[in-house]
């Protein structure tokens, strides 16, 4: 198992084949995909492609049970902003009167919109941090020439959070050691003992931080003066090959990318009015 941002992915999987830029530029335009699309059954059917990716992959599926409550908090804030806090708005379509809360199937329709456009945008950034490690995002930067402080500084923060994670872990399997489980206790309990992990969690990242800082400096690395003027040679990009494949996939996303444009400001695709679900959902209420 090969050890990545946010979990282990085994040897024998095909995203290895793929060039850490190609990784990179999905994670970066796929999550502009539902930014352009309004109708909800389309980013659900993004999502599901993601998650067939990941499948595909040979990534780990149980991860994705940790976003559930993430998805059912996320959603129901959303849902509950713009109905009960929506306001009034008498232009819109009355569904429910009560206590002075007016619920508009306007604003539920917007709710929905707006959770369904979230929802890839998750997916795809889990994907990415599923099948990549360190090395994969350092070398899609340096692979397009970006600076070399702006590529360690990007790394670095996915690591860190990919290592809080882990330190994270490691608090929970020590509390359980000592004989101390949450299950049982109200929920006031639970949140109020995740506030409370941030002490060490927070202490951890400070100690990281100076073994970071200490390592880069044993290392000769400087961020400014004469040493950061040298020029370093990028060993790390000599273990990858950007094979035809990797432009094949490349240019497909951008043309797909260019396709859903033009499906949408010029042939008016993808927006509510041409929505199936949201038209049910109408029906419905």
Do not use: C
């Given at each position: 198992m090969n050890k990545t941002l946010l979990g282990y992915v085994p040897p024998q999987s095909p995203i290895y084949a793929i060039h850490p830029f190609v990784k990179l530029f999905f994670m970066l335009i796929v999550s502009l995909f539902p930014l352009f699309i309004s109708a909800p059954e389309w980013n659900i059917a993004i999502t599901l492609v993601i998650?067939?990716?990941?499948?595909?992959?040979?990534?780990?599926?149980?991860?994705?049970?940790?976003?559930?409550?993430?998805?059912?908090?996320?959603?129901?804030?959303?849902?509950?902003?713009?109905?009960?806090?929506?306001?009034y708005h008498p232009e819109y379509q009355l569904l429910i009167q009560f206590l002075g809360i007016h619920i508009y199937w306007e604003r539920i329709r917007d709710a929905i919109v707006v959770y369904c456009r979230i929802l890839p945008m998750i997916f795809t950034m889990v994907f990415f941090l599923s099948t990549s490690r360190?090395?994969?995002?350092?070398?899609?930067?340096?692979?397009i020439r970006v600076p070399f402080v702006v590529t360690y500084v990007f790394a670095m923060a996915l690591r860190s959070a990919g290592m809080v994670l882990e330190d994270f872990y490691i608090v929970r399997q020590a509390e359980q050691a000592r004989g101390f489980d949450t299950i049982g206790k109200s929920l006031a309990y639970k949140i109020r003992k995740y506030i409370m992990y941030m002490i060490p969690l927070f202490a951890l990242s400070l100690r990281r931080s100076e073994e970071f800082t200490n390592a880069l400096?044993?290392?000769?690395?400087?961020?400014?003066?004469?040493?950061?003027?040298?020029?370093?040679?990028?060993?790390?990009?000599?273990?990858?090959?950007?094979?035809?494949?990797?432009?094949?996939?490349?240019?497909?996303?951008?043309?797909?990318?260019?396709?859903?444009?033009?499906?949408?400001?010029?042939?008016?695709?993808?927006?509510?009015?041409?929505?199936?679900?949201?038209?049910?959902?109408?029906?419905?209420?």
């Open positions: 998650a067939l990716l990941m499948w595909y992959s040979r990534i780990n599926m149980s991860i994705l049970k940790i976003y559930v409550p993430v998805a059912i908090s996320m959603g129901s804030i959303i849902l509950i902003s713009y109905t009960l806090l929506g306001g360190e090395r994969d995002v350092i070398v899609a930067m340096r692979f400096v044993a290392r000769g690395y400087a961020f400014t003066g004469e040493a950061a003027k040298v020029k370093r040679a990028d060993y790390v990009l000599t273990h990858y090959s950007f094979k035809s494949i990797d432009g094949v996939l490349t240019a497909a996303i951008i043309l797909l990318f260019v396709a859903i444009l033009v499906l949408r400001y010029g042939e008016g695709y993808f927006g509510l009015n041409s929505s199936i679900l949201i038209h049910w959902l109408q029906g419905v209420l």
